[in-house]
């Protein structure tokens, strides 16, 4: 993930789940592993989409959880380990802005050891 000259070091990662519990069990794993400084949770959600050629739709929960850019291969793949679904969303979003303590906080956070 290539950082461009006009967003911060930070990211958000988002994936999505088919029940509010393995939403909050990527969650506090994530933060405990300080691979996130924090997780949001949110839902449930109606998904409308394609899968095995067809046209499906479920309730989900979305999980956004706030990190430094550099922790983000090691997030996708615990989250990849950790999620239910074949193929799981999970996509991170670059923050062009952000308050400058706030970016603080979540380098610091994922930068430490506990």
Known sequence: MKQSEN???II????????EEEARRIAQSMVGKRLAACA???GPIESHFWWDGKLDSAK???CRLKTSRNRYQELEKEIEKMHSYELPQIVAIDVSA???GFEQWIRDE?????
Do not use: P, R, Y
């Open 98 to 100: 952000a308050l400058s």
């Open 40 to 42: 949001q949770i949110s």
């Open 12 to 19: 958000i990662v988002t994936t999505t789940t088919d029940s």
């Open 60 to 62: 989900e929960w979305q």
């Open 7 to 9: 967003s911060t070091s």
């Open 110 to 114: 994922t930068n430490s050891t506990g």
